[in-house]
């Protein structure tokens, strides 16, 4: 049983801990697109223990060390250089992924 509590207590604390990270990131980004401080990338490709990432406005290509990178990114993932780190934006990532995938399957219609 105690087991059982200190289980219990332990995801609480990971869960919060999770919820912060979440919500200062968003409060972040909100902060950083007020002062249009955000760079978007896409993660083009990965060589060795670099990604390539390409500038979404200005198409400069950039190479980045892939430990500064959040882990969950692949290839075509968008992620928003914020205050010197990069923050992966999964639900912009979801958007352009399905947006290009309708248009792809228009052309081939």
């Known amino acids: 049983m105690n087991m059982d509590v200190f289980n219990n207590i332990e995801k609480t604390v990971t869960d919060i801990k999770h919820e912060i990270k979440e919500k200062s990131h968003s409060e972040e980004i ?36 892939k430990d500064m990178l959040p882990e969950n990114i692949k290839e075509g993932s968008i992620v928003q250089y914020v205050n010197g780190k990069y923050i992966y934006d999964e639900a912009f990532t979801k958007e352009e992924t399905n947006r290009i995938q309708d248009r792809m399957n228009k052309l081939w219609k």
């Open 30 to 65: 909100e902060l950083a697109t007020k002062l249009n401080a955000i760079e978007e990338y896409s993660i083009d490709r990965f060589e060795g223990d670099y990604a390539i990432l390409e500038n979404r406005q200005t198409n400069e290509i950039k190479q980045v060390k």
